[in-house]
């Protein structure tokens, strides 16, 4: 077997009509657990949503939204510990909200609301702020590019990591095709028991899923045919080929790279995955994807894994026209029509812009592909707004994986652009460099970077019903 033997990592949480009701809070004062003095506040909005407020002794007057990502709905106002104890001794006040706790994990269909309600809330508390900026990780950073584009005279300007920017159907598009994938070329003996791929009638079942994927998989590994079929899956997936602790593959060391695709794989990916679509599925009330009317080849061939996966399956003897044209023919999975409109409603940001937005990515994130930012430019491009969007990139593997004094350095980038109302070079990668490493913080890595097209093949809603 090729791969080496990886310690498991813990996943961050992902990798998906706007309201301006504002609720009436309850609120108490409490010293805040920051190490910072700071006085902390909480209330519920009207959905049952719990927010929190930390607001310090000397606050400049910015307020910072935060949106977090993907699980459980509890209140959360800064992307890690640290993050909000530097934020603090540098004067924001932080707020942000668990969107509504009665509904799925992927809260889309209230998170942006509740945002602006809690927005609201926390003002009414503390006083209007000099200055409102929204910062968003994540899913999050999709919640976070829906308040830019409708947050235009209530935030100033908004700072995206990780963000999931392609939207949730893009998202459980390509994750399907990697899916259908592994499930028709690595359990080819199966294919009267093939298992559920999209439509889950519980959490039970998309883990069962996951755990007959990932097996298939791990068996897959031990064989040239094997990688050559998991390097076609990890392309569809816009899986990175550059896994944690190890050296990135060189750009034509074709098996490395598939080693890494697949220690993404043995880590538990598609436990994520699977939960994340069953998620979803609870939001939108059905299967908010499709692949049906797919040509798997046209496909591969807009994807910057191509040559790698051509190369491995010329290796391995197999014929890859064939797989493609297996992959074609076998393609009947259909979306349920209201699902995709509520997803299109709730869980995409393409998209105008009416704010400033700065997005910071890692170019390897294994769960939001580096590749959605590629997507979200055009979007915001083809709407006329590309000059308030500016996106950024850290050299470096995993999602969210950023460093403190990255992430201050981005948001001072972004106050740079609302003070002067121009970005000037403060977005470009090395004055966030230069910015984060006189923080004197723990470091930096940003770098000159040109994410690839998202390969997800599909422009639109589908308008085929469910079989």
Known sequence: MRARTRPRITLAALVVAVSTALATPTASAAPSDTGTTATHLTGTLTD???????????????????????????????????????????????????????????????????QFATLGAVTAKIGKPRRTLSVGQSMGGLVN?????????????????????????????YQLDAEYTIARLLLPDEQ???????????????????????????????????????????????????????TAPRSTDWAGQEEQQYAWF??????????????????AGGNNSWNRGMDYARLLAGSVHAPQVRALYRAAGLDLGADLENLTEGAAITADPAAVRTAQRTSSAGQGLGVPLLDVHTVADNLVPVEQEHR??????AAGDGALLRQAYVQRQGHCTFTTAETVAALHALEHRVTTGHWGDAASPAALEQSAAALGLDGAAYVPYRPAELTVGRQGPSRRVRD
């Open 266 to 283: 043995a880590q538990g990916i598609l436990s994520f995955i699977e939960n994340g679509r069953y998620a979803v599925e609870q939001s």
């Open 376 to 381: 979200f430019a055009d979007r915001v491009r």
């Open 192 to 246: 009267s028991e093939q298992p559920s791929l999209v439509r889950f009638g519980s959490a039970a079942e998309a883990a069962t899923t996951a755990q007959r994927l990932t097996a298939a998989v791990n068996v897959a590994q031990a064989t040239p045919q094997g990688r050559a079929r998991i390097a076609l899956a990890a392309a569809f997936l816009n899986l990175p080929a550059w896994a944690p602790g190890e």
């Open 48 to 114: 049952g949503a719990d927010w929190i407020a930390d607001v310090p002794a000397r606050w400049n007057g910015t307020l910072l939204l935060f949106s977090h990502g993907f699980g459980p709905t509890v209140a959360r106002n800064a992307p890690s510990d640290a993050v909000r104890t530097e934020l603090l001794a540098e004067g924001y006040a932080l707020a942000g909200s668990s969107y509504d706790p009665g509904g799925s994990m992927w809260a889309l269909a209230s998170a942006e609301q509740d």
């Open 145 to 173: 590019a829906q308040l830019a584009r409708d947050g235009a005279g209530r935030i100033h300007g908004a700072l995206g990591l990780c963000g999931l920017v392609a939207g949730g159907t893009d998202l459980d598009n």
